[in-house]
């Protein structure tokens, strides 16, 4: 399967970076993408592991919940 580079910007909106096939090559990608657009608000470059560009975004645009927050914090 391969590692997909989105550049993910708010209300859901998907920019396809890149495909590799190994971790290392899209991490370091990422990397270099999250300094160069240091400057945008709001854009976030995240990597996901999927067996397809399909299954890539909808794993991006899937709701997570938060972990709930323990009564010490």
């Known amino acids: ?15 396809r970076l890149g495909e590799f096939p190994a971790f290392k090559d899209a991490s370091a990608f990422a990397k270099a993408e999250r300094s160069a657009r240091a400057g945008e608000a709001g854009t976030q470059v995240r990597v996901m592991f999927a067996d397809t560009e399909l299954a890539a975004e909808d794993l991006l645009l899937q709701v997570r919940d938060r972990p709930a927050e323990s009564p010490d914090d």
């Open 1 to 15: 399967m391969p590692y997909f580079v989105y550049a993910v910007r708010p209300f859901a909106q998907l920019e």
